[in-house]
């Protein structure tokens, strides 16, 4: 009897543990779980789609120092027709990336860098061992593809002006450019000629110059005589152009380039075995820096018969994708500097007076194949919040959106009735699945983040529409605080997005960890996609020209107000962030709008006239506004649009972060805004990151990363009562 009592007991003790169990608390997000978010991308299939290659980029302890943190990217291999977990091929410090396999599936081509410079490296699928080093170039070894045969690879690589003037090989003759290298007083481009004089700075003008290089080489001067001299992180003279070499599939050879001249050839395609079609623009007579129209071309695997395809004055022609038999061409045709969604096209290499088709598709697109038979094109494209998947039958020409607008197919690969992806939601920040060919019923391969995810909390967004002065439905999201009781209420968080060409959405992970977090911590978070915006077609996109700051603001807060109507949220607790574009937003809001309690803003935009001189991507001004600071129209407008004018209305407490090396906006900009605010006494503080490119949140150093996060949520705690 006793015997029975205590069985009795242990089965009432394990349901009792199994319901506690159950019933346990699920854990908040937290910063640190961005260090645990494993990435998928690189995604290809061998042409019978029973195998997919693909890259796992983790978050890893710096060896040096256990605060620090480095990015590592290995090759992955998964099988799509079995269910058996996906196993690592490539280990080491190094790191793994291009994934491409061979024809034959036998092979995989992947970079890996040796000494500093990328090369292409072999590893054979099923033998295994280690990687054979395929290529040992000084110029370094990008972006392998194979040839149709299985024969040859072709790869890109990065040459200095002054490396390419020098070299015996590519440049035998010691040409010079037809071009002048716009540096005053040498229109025969003499300065680039290799100075054999003995350096002495009180010597002759030649020793003198010898001795002026030898600085420039020592990083003692810079000196910039080219109009695009800005980089993302600095400032530049240098000039580099893509060449493309060819070489056999088996170690031990050496490569030869099929480049010539002071060109870039981009984008490379084997058409054929014999035959390759990529972008460029071959004019001998204009500045690589003055020449915007993009060109597409074939060339001879030899580097003869260079043949122009597409071109025109004024245009972009950007090529995508060659089908499998070289047949088709994929490519997209955009007017140069004009806000607009380039338009799709496919064209007949077989027969090149044939009509050239156009896919009537009014969002932007990337990451273009054909499927295997030909009969299909599939494409990634931004929409509605989300990134989809899109099947075009090259018949009706009819786009078709196989994926849902709440997810992000971030990288694809299609053959033989089968289609791999990586994929991100707000559930998983990304996990690779396979699928048949309308994606009716993926199956998730993976479990990279699906482990350390089963205990998290997830709060989901839920999605509201409305119509805004011009006509647009503008679409917003918001997401409540984990935990969230019916009767209480909490702070809110507007957050924007940049761009401002850009999107939001539940299919965007590039906030994942960011709205999570503060969703732990008990606020709310609405997001939206203002006009301007892209994922809505060319209307959408356009409907900010000569309008950044009062249209764009109207959206943001509309969607703010609605959000507010639901009642739970504490209006004497509202905050407002977002970086670059969104950073510009968020300083015009606050100076408009006087409902917010505090403000963080990163990267941002505040002063036009500024950001044409020390943005990189200064073309934007011209684009958006028509024309250029020195014009009086032009002028009025970007004075009208810079938030710097209206910095007597900010009246509330505000986080400024920008770093140190972000080219993208500028830095003196932040320092500007800084210091009126501090002369005007309001309560401000100004946040600097060394080191830090405009790319810090995305793909930045992760310690900072952290921190830019920390310090915006300390900021606000500050005021949160």
């Known amino acids: 009897m006793n015997k029975i009592k205590n069985r009795i007991y242990i089965v009432l003790a394990l349901i009792a543990s199994v319901c506690c169990f159950s019933q346990q608390k699920k854990e908040p997000i937290q910063v640190t779980d961005l260090l645990k978010i ?22 890893i302890k710096n060896a040096e120092n256990s605060l620090d943190y480095d990015y590592d990217t290995q090759l992955w291999l998964a099988k799509t027709l079995d269910k058996s977990a996906p196993r690592q091929l490539t280990f080491g410090k190094e790191g793994s990336g291009s994934p491409v396999f061979s024809p034959d599936g036998k092979q ?52 200095l002006i002054n490396e390419l003037v020098k070299d015996s090989v590519l440049n035998p003759k010691k040409e010079l450019p037809i071009w002048s290298f716009e540096k005053p007083g040498f229109a025969a481009n003499e300065n680039l000629k290799v100075n054999k004089i003995k350096a002495d ?18 990083k003692k001067a ?42 870039s050839y981009t984008n490379p395609y084997f058409v054929s075995n014999t035959k390759i079609a990529f972008n460029g623009n071959l004019n001998e007579k204009r ?59 496919i064209f007949n290499l077989e027969n090149l007076s044939a009509k050239t088709k156009v896919i009537d598709y009014d969002r932007n697109n990337t990451n273009v194949r054909f499927s295997k038979d030909e009969k299909q094109l599939y494409f990634i494209s931004s929409s509605n919040g989300g990134y989809v998947l899109v099947n075009v039958s090259l018949n009706t020409l009819k786009p078709e959106i196989l994926s849902s607008v709440d997810q992000g197919i971030t990288d694809y690969d299609v053959n033989n009735g089968v289609v791999a992806f990586a994929k991100t939601d707000v559930k998983n920040p990304s996990e690779l699945y396979v699928s048949d060919l309308k994606l009716k019923a993926p199956r998730l391969v993976s479990d990279f983040n699906t482990f350390w995810l089963k205990n998290k909390e997830i709060s989901f967004s839920e999605k509201g ?28 968080l507007t957050e924007i997005h940049g761009g401002p060409a850009s999107m939001f959405g539940p299919g965007d992970g590039s906030m994942w960890l960011e709205y999570q977090f503060f969703c732990a911590q008990g606020y709310g978070v609405v997001y939206s996609n203002p006009r301007g915006s892209s ?15 009062t249209g764009p603001a109207s959206d943001v807060l509309i969607a703010l107000d609605k959000t507010v109507a639901q009642g739970w949220a504490d209006t004497s607790r509202l905050f407002i962030t977002g970086g670059s574009y969104a950073g510009y937003l968020t300083t015009w809001i606050i100076s408009h709008d006087q409902r917010f309690k505090a403000a963080s803003s990163q990267r941002g935009v505040y002063d036009f006239g500024t950001f044409f001189g020390e943005a990189n991507v200064w073309r934007m001004i011209p684009r958006y506004f028509g024309g250029y600071p020195w014009e009086e129209k032009t002028k009025a407008i970007l004075e ?54 405009h790319e810090i949140t995305r793909s930045g150093d992760n310690r900072q990363r952290i921190d830019q996060l920390l310090r915006t949520f300390e900021f606000f705690e500050r005021f949160n009562y």
């Open 38 to 59: 494993k990435t998928v991308g690189d995604v290809e299939l061998t042409k019978d789609g029973k195998t997919a290659v693909f890259t796992v980029k983790s978050i």
């Open 201 to 218: 700075p009180n010597g002759n003008l030649e020793a003198i110059r010898a001795y002026l290089e030898i600085n420039e080489k020592d």
């Open 640 to 693: 009208r649009e810079s938030p710097i004018n209206y910095v007597e209305n900010i009246n509330i407490p505000f986080l400024i972060i920008h770093g140190d090396n972000d080219n993208r906006t500028g830095v003196s900009q932040s320092q500007m805004l800084y210091k009126s605010l501090k002369v005007l006494g309001k309560p401000v503080e100004y946040v600097r990151q060394p080191g830090a490119s």
């Open 222 to 263: 810079k000196v910039i005589d080219k109009l695009q001299f800005q980089t993302e992180t600095g400032l530049t003279s240098e000039l580099r152009f893509s060449y493309v070499f060819i070489i056999d599939a088996k170690p031990g050879v050496k490569e030869y380039a099929i480049s010539k001249g002071f060109y």
């Open 535 to 549: 994922g809505y077609g060319e209307k959408f996109l356009r409907s900010n020209i000569n309008d950044w700051g």
């Open 287 to 345: 500045h690589p820096d003055r020449i915007l129209e993009t060109k597409i071309y074939t060339i001879n695997t030899d580097g003869t018969n260079v043949t122009e395809l597409l071109g025109a004055e004024n245009l972009v022609f950007q090529l995508l994708a060659v089908s499998p038999s070289g047949k088709q061409l994929a490519y997209q045709e955009s007017t140069i500097n004009n806000l607009s969604v380039p338009v799709l096209k």
């Open 465 to 492: 529409t409305f119509i805004n002065d011009k006509g647009l439905e503008v679409e917003y999201w918001i997401m409540k605080p984990i935990n969230f009781e019916q009767g209480k209420k909490y702070p809110l």
């Open 108 to 159: 995989i081509a992947f970079t890996r860098n040796v000494k500093g410079k990328s090369q292409v490296f072999l590893l054979k699928v099923d033998e295994g061992g280690e990687a054979v080093q395929l290529t040992d170039s000084k110029y370094g070894a990008s972006n392998p593809k194979w040839s149709p045969d299985g024969k040859q690879l072709l790869f890109t690589a990065s040459i």
